[in-house]
Nanobody
């Protein structure tokens, strides 16, 4: 069983940056696919970015070039560096994990992930 805990959310102005972190406990995450999802007000939860065990990445189109997903398997952490934030990035951000992934495996549907954190709120004002 893996537990995930997000941190780093907050309220910022447009154009600023935030770095989200997700700490995993209970098991090694080295063989897990990891992802950041976000849920905007009144909308369904959607993928923001995902990273395979080998470091392959996928970014949702609207965050491409602004967000960077990374992982540190030795420290059991997942991060999301968010730059050039805009009000459309306002959402609850969740980290998620899927065990048993191959080195380049990428999964984007929510249903692909078995473990979830409780989320951290990001609010961007104009």
């Amino acid at each position: 069983q893996v537990s995930l805990a997000e941190s780093g959310g907050g309220s910022v102005q447009a154009g600023m940056s935030l770095r989200l972190s997700c700490a995993a406990s209970g098991a090694s995450i080295s063989g897990f696919c990891l992802a950041w999802f976000r849920q905007k007000p009144g909308k369904e939860r959607e993928i923001a970015a995902t990273i395979s065990p080998g470091g392959s990445t996928f970014y949702e189109e609207s965050v491409k070039g602004r967000f960077i997903i990374s992982r540190d398997n030795a420290k059991y952490t997942l991060s999301l560096q968010m730059n050039s934030l805009n009000p459309e990035d306002t959402a609850m951000y969740y980290c998620a994990a899927r065990p048993g992934c191959g080195p380049v495996a990428i999964f984007t549907p929510q249903s692909s992930y078995d473990f979830w954190g409780k989320g951290t709120q990001v609010t961007v004002s104009s």
